[in-house]
């Protein structure tokens, strides 16, 4: 009914830059709120930023002022501007189109890999 799909993951040095994409398609094409989470091996998954449909964000303190969550003025595309990487900021980044607290959808992520 939902798809989600990323992708702009990779592997890129430290203090470099990278931008995520991603779509959402199928039959609901509103969210109330769209965000990117990471998972690093070993920990548990974390909210990385978040926006709500009227425009308001969210971030994490570990990428505020580094991290910009945005969108399409169709809202079909969210995406994450990733600048000044740091080796900690690797890790799978998944993104979440959500309805509600209980109806939300998952994306199968993409690999950001930052080197020192």
């Known amino acids: 009914q939902v798809q989600v799909e990323e992708s702009g993951g990779g592997l890129v040095q430290a203090g470099g830059s990278l931008r995520l994409s991603c779509v959402a398609s199928?039959?609901?094409?509103?969210?109330?709120?769209m965000g990117w989470y990471r998972q690093a091996p070993g920990n548990q998954r974390e909210m990385v930023a978040t926006?709500?449909?009227?425009?308001?964000?969210n971030y994490a303190d570990s990428v505020k002022g580094r991290f910009t969550i945005s969108r399409d003025k169709a809202g079909k595309t969210v995406y994450l501007q990733m600048n000044s990487l740091k080796p900690e900021d690797t890790a799978v980044y998944y993104c979440?189109?959500?309805?509600?607290?209980?109806?939300?959808?998952w994306g199968q992520g993409t690999q950001v890999t930052v080197s020192s």
């Open positions: 926006m709500t449909l009227s425009g308001i964000t």
């Open positions: 979440k189109r959500a309805i509600n607290s209980q109806v939300h959808y």
């Open positions: 199928g039959r609901i094409t509103s969210f109330n709120v």
